[in-house]
């Protein structure tokens, strides 16, 4: 599980790719991450709750979230979002499994 994590991170993609490698063939890895496309980030715009700055390094879309974790060898199975109040605090919780065969690649 990583909670509100990769925002934080100065090389989210090493860490996902470390994270691969070390998970369990069939495991799967949870994430949570602020929405950078929600309704909330585009209204709000530079004065979004969760942009962070200086704390959050990264911000994701529901597409550039899949891009990076297809780029560390995982696949999307699924996502459930979560809305919270009106002052940005929702979250998505992405599902994603290691890609079948990566592991024999690596």
């Known amino acids: 599980v990583l909670r509100h994590v990769l925002e934080h991170l100065r090389d989210p993609i090493a860490t996902l ?5 070390v998970i369990a063939p069939d495991g ?10 929600s309704w909330q980030g585009r209204l709000s715009r530079d004065h979004w709750f969760h942009l962070d700055l200086p704390r ?16 560390a060898g995982f696949r999307v199975v699924g996502v459930y979002r979560r809305h919270g109040r009106l002052d940005g ?18």
């Open 89 to 106: 605090a929702w979250r998505d919780c992405v599902i994603v499994e290691r890609l079948l065969g990566q592991a024999a690649r690596d």
């Open 28 to 37: 799967h890895l949870v994430l949570a991450v602020p929405n950078l496309a």
């Open 56 to 71: 959050h390094l990264f911000h994701f879309t529901p597409r550039s979230l899949g891009l990076a974790l297809e780029r």
């Open 17 to 21: 790719t470390e994270v691969r490698r």
